[in-house]
T-cell receptor
Framework: DAGVIQSPRHEVTEMGQEVTLRCKPI?????LFWYRQTMMRGLELLIY????????DSGMPEDRFSAKMPNASFSTLKIQPSEPRDSAVYFC??????????????FGEGSRLTVL | SQQGEEDPQALSIQEGENATMNCSYK?????LQWYRQNSGRGLVHLIL?????REKHSGRLRVTLDTSKKSSSLLITASRAADTASYFC????????????FGGGTRVLVKP
């Protein structure tokens, strides 16, 4: 298995532009998580899905952020319009949660976003 | 505030020495996990310890869990330069829908 695949690995954009980050989870995993990592705030959970349905989006910073999971093999995180404070590394992770307890998360390599 | 807090924030040791880092948390957990992150890479799962377990081993890793003190420790024995990385604890809380919440991490530097 190729693992969790994220794209792009690096994105540099200007303030006000739309940014779309993509994630392909591991086949068969029914949970997908989006995290954001910064030096100041560490790893923050933004949103997670179960069977393509958003379960908890309380970590999404504001309405400029949106996430979708149209099918079991694809998710997007969109920022519109982007701001310099959105600069961070965004991670996608997936897991199969047998038994109701969170097991080992498999992380992608991250998308490093720089908003100028 | 974060559920898990690691201590120390940074650790510098010589190759061959043991590295110990601690994690404290606030609320009852289902399990606690430790992850490793090399610079510029994603997180990699190291070990999971359930709330009814007190100690677990995996290779050179030893994890303990004290639910009465709401704390866990990760010990890396006979460290190698390749162990240089950041280490994070993460807690799964039933009341929070089993989502994983990460601490701030411990940066470990192993000098050859």
């Amino acid at each position: 298995d190729a693992g969790v695949i994220q794209s792009p690995r690096h994105e540099v954009t200007e303030m006000g532009q739309e940014v779309t980050l993509r994630c392909k989870p591991i086949s068969g995993h029914d949970y997908l998580f989006w995290y954001r990592q910064t030096m100041m705030r560490g790893l923050e959970l933004l949103i997670y899905f179960n069977n393509n349905v958003p379960i908890d989006d309380s970590g999404m910073p504001e309405d400029r952020f949106s996430a979708k999971m149209p099918n079991a093999s694809f998710s997007t995180l969109k920022i519109q319009p982007s701001e310099p404070r959105d600069s961070a590394v965004y991670f996608c992770a997936s897991v199969t949660q047998a038994g109701g307890n969170t097991g080992e998360l498999f992380f992608g390599e991250g998308s490093r976003l720089t908003v100028l | 505030s974060q559920q898990g807090e690691e201590d120390p924030q940074a650790l510098s040791i010589q190759e061959g020495e043991n590295a110990t880092m601690n994690c404290s948390y606030k609320t009852s957990i289902n399990n606690l996990q430790w992850y490793r992150q090399n610079s510029g890479r994603g997180l990699v799962h190291l070990i999971l310890i359930r709330s009814n377990e007190r100690e677990k081993h995996s290779g050179r890793l030893r994890v303990t869990l004290d639910t009465s003190k709401k704390s866990s420790s990760l010990l890396i024995t006979a460290s190698r330069a390749a162990d240089t990385a950041s280490y994070f604890c993460a807690t799964s809380i039933k009341a929070a829908g089993n989502k994983l919440t990460f601490g701030g991490g411990t940066r470990v530097l192993v000098k050859p």
